[in-house]
């Protein structure tokens, strides 16, 4: 640890003497912002004409030009879907110019510098396995229940895998839910979707960019080792009073934003509020409008709350003050009871340094999550997890190159009661603390891009350190064709509180990493108590044409170690029992396995077409020491094809459709039935006269295959303009069109197949003002 802080302490030194080199030359830096209400403008071209000097604005509209020689330039803005913008800027030496720039929307056709800008940003960003998306992006697919949402569009992404409509979870490049860490404006969010899987936690017209990584992401992100989804949400409207009221079969919403003090001209601080509330009713209007899918109707309900204060200064800097309050309740065939709650506030700070080409974050937050579950005949299980996380981190610009190191820490506690399926029961009541550090540097060298990072994460209560090395790097071969790598080493100590071979998995809790594991595994010491796993990503982008893009990647992830449940214990751990084989008496296994395939993605946008299709083959293996087998998530294809089309004199119809193929997923087969005497009494129990229970016999674990998925869903919408700034968007959509049945699992007990969605319509109406 002294030896990290130490070289983050002389990294610091060396770029000030590089600062000092560099002082006969200058710095323009600013932000860019929507002029109908303030909001930033994300990932737009600013660049100086005629000149190679150019970049493009963070999630916080920010950008920073740096190493200027002095003179007088052109400083042009363009983004997709707004009026260009260039005004006249005097650079001087050794000073730092900042300036603010407001865009108009336009309703004209999208020009070819705005394309040339977005091809300047693939050229000059390494984007290895991540996808940017926005509230636009979402909107382009057909949405259940009338309004855009964050799950239904992760389910097209490149390496995602969806596995059902009715308490399915999102698997990304193999890994599982608990590898994938998602933040909310820098917040810990423990369990982003709801208990139906069609929709999340977020409300779509909130969020203004989710970065979604798939797998090798640098030294900024860890805790995790499989995926990150990093959520920003907008300010709310600084300029008026607005909002939308949104009604369908499946829910209701309200969303009110706007000023609290205004600013007084462009260059004055102001501060704004945004606030959200979305409540579902599926379950009452589920037993008139569907009574034909499960004549009790779906039981499905949710409420979520979300608030957030913006406070801008002058320069641009700002602090944001925001809370949400999620909740999820499901009573399941009858047999399952499950509710899950969760809240949580922080606070987030941008700050631009008066005199210095940096940028400075800062983030705390707190967030506490908590599930019970009751079957019929089991016992009851429970997971809780709270705790806190803040960070610190710095950013440094010198003309393309960037240096971002910081420091991150986190606190929680986990309570978990759970019996496993021969009755033993399973407990934890854990503090843990971490702490990491991280620095990465992004340079470029003529057609090479280069990010490196490190990071080191200590895990308090395993006391294990964790280094990180990881790799980020692009070459431009041509204007048209790239390649690019990324690739690390990643750690967590959080496992979850079901196992991996699970089906269906309603019940989603938390567990801290346990200290008490095998000390051998497949006949070798076990050295450490983490979950660990290597990323290696390899692909390329290749520009078709000017609006058709193919990207292709392969990817690999080696998982060296997995921490998952044991249910084959039958002993308890004691000394009594230390004869017996460890993964017989352990609470948890160690297991392990890989992770690879390859994905494609093609992508048109232009005008009033949209097409996005992708192709991924995955494949996924577990070995637990004894067994090898493929996951209940293992699906070797998966196929999805979205289009949007808008028309009209007015453009104000919009049609748009998606058709998801995937190969069936791993089961384990039943070989046969018997009567399986509880002994309630133990050796005193009469089993001649003892009533007994339903016993399977199983086949080997996963080596069935289900039959393939495939549904076609539409939306048809048309928007109706009632004011200046204000409309009213009607949509029809429809949910599995060709009333495929598609399988979900097999109730053995009940001798019942159970099918996820059917052909489902629903219609909804919103307005915005």
């Known amino acids: 640890m002294k030896r990290v802080l130490l070289s983050m302490a002389l990294t610091i030194i060396g770029v000030m003497l590089v600062s000092s080199a560099m002082a006969q030359l200058g710095n323009v830096r600013g932000f860019v912002y929507e002029k109908d209400n303030g909001e930033p403008v994300i990932f737009c071209s600013v660049y100086l004409e005629g000149t190679t000097f150019g970049t493009a604005t963070d999630v916080n509209g920010y950008f920073n030009i740096s190493r200027i020689p002095p003179g007088t330039y052109t400083l042009t803005v363009s983004s997709i879907g707004y009026l260009e913008s260039s005004k006249e800027v005097l650079v001087k030496a050794d000073g730092i110019l900042d300036e603010r720039v407001y865009l108009e929307k336009s309703v004209q056709s999208i020009d070819e510098v705005v394309v040339s800008g977005e091809r300047q940003e693939m050229r000059t960003q390494i984007h290895t396995s991540i996808v940017k998306v926005t509230p636009k992006q979402m909107a382009k697919i057909p949405t259940i229940g009338s309004e855009p949402d964050l799950a239904q569009y992760l389910q097209v992404l490149p390496g995602v895998i969806f596995t059902g409509d009715q308490g399915g979870q999102l698997y990304i490049r193999g890994g599982a839910p608990i590898q994938n860490k998602v933040l909310l404006d820098g917040m810990i969010i423990y369990n982003p979707f709801h208990s139906i899987g069609l929709f999340s936690v977020f409300d779509s017209d909130v969020i203004r960019n989710a970065d979604i990584y798939t797998g090798g992401f640098g030294a900024q992100y860890g805790g995790r080792i499989s995926s990150i989804m990093d959520i920003t949400t907008r300010d709310g409207n600084k300029n008026r009073l607005s909002g939308k009221v949104s009604s369908s079969t499946f829910m209701s919403k309200v969303l009110v934003e706007g000023p609290l003090k205004k600013a007084r001209d462009e260059y004055d601080g102001s501060s704004s509020f945004i606030l959200s509330a979305k409540h579902s009713y599926l379950e009452q209007t589920s037993k008139y409008l569907y009574a034909y899918v499960d004549s009790a109707g779906l039981p499905f309900n949710f409420t979520d709350f979300y608030g957030k204060v913006s406070i801008n200064s002058r320069n641009g800097s700002k602090v944001n003050f925001f809370g949400f309050n999620y909740s999820d309740n499901v009573t399941y065939r009858g047999i399952t009871d499950i509710g899950w709650n969760s809240v949580g506030g922080g606070s987030n700070v941008v700050l631009v340094p008066g005199n210095y080409p940096a940028l400075i974050k800062a983030n705390i937050a707190y967030s506490s999550y908590t599930i019970n579950m009751v079957e019929a005949d089991q016992s009851p299980r429970q997971s809780s997890i709270n705790g806190f996380n803040v960070g610190l981190s710095f950013v440094y610009f010198f003309g393309k190159d960037e240096l971002d190191y910081g420091v991150e820490t986190l606190g929680f506690n986990t309570n978990f009661d759970y019996f496993n399926s021969v009755g033993r029961k399973i407990s934890q009541t854990q503090f843990t603390t971490e702490l990491a550090v991280y620095a990465k540097y992004k340079m470029t060298l003529g057609k090479l891009l280069l990010e490196p990072s490190f990071r080191l994460h200590y895990y308090a209560s395993l006391g294990e350190a964790s280094p990180e090395p990881r790799l980020g790097m692009k070459y431009n071969i041509s204007e048209t064709f790239r390649v690019k790598f990324s690739g690390g080493m990643y750690s967590q100590n959080l496992i979850a509180a079901n196992s991996d071979r699970d089906v269906v998995n309603l019940f989603y809790g938390f567990l801290s990493g346990p200290e008490n594991l095998q000390k051998e595994f497949d006949g070798k010491k076990v050295t450490s108590k983490l979950q660990k796993s290597n990323h290696a990503i390899l692909g390329f982008e290749f520009d078709l044409t000017n609006r058709l893009n193919l990207n292709v990647e392969g990817y690999i992830k080696d998982n060296v170690q997995l921490t998952n449940i044991n249910r084959n214990k ?138 393939y998925y495939h549904r076609l869903d539409v939306n048809l919408k048309k928007t109706f303009v009632v004011g200046e700034n204000s409309q009213i968007v009607a949509s029809f959509s429809i949910t599995n069109v060709y009333n495929r049945s598609n399988i979900f699992y097999f109730d053995r007990v009940r001798y019942e197949r159970v099918d996820q969605l059917p052909f489902m319509p629903t219609i909804g109406v919103n307005w915005s003002f």
């Open 570 to 707: 039958l002993y308890d751990d004691t000394g009594e029992n230390q004869d017996k084989p460890e993964y017989l008496r352990k609470d948890f296994i160690i297991e392990t396995g890989q992770a690879y395939g390859i994905d494609f993605l093609l992508k048109y946008d232009y005008k009033r077409l949209y097409f996005w299709t992708v192709y991924s083959m995955g494949f996924v293996t577990r070995y637990d020491g004894i067994t090898s087998y493929p996951p209940h998530f293992d699906r070797r294809h998966n196929v999805n094809l979205v289009g949007a089309y808008t028309f009209g004199t007015d453009l104000d119809w919009e049609f748009s459709t998606r058709w998801n193929l995937g190969s069936g997923f791993p089961f384990t087969q039943t070989q046969g039935f018997y009567e399986k005497i509880p002994f309630h009494d133990g050796i005193n129990t009469d089993y001649t006269t003892a009533n007994g229970e339903l016993g399977i016999v199983y086949g080997p674990l996963n080596q069935g295959r289900l039959p």
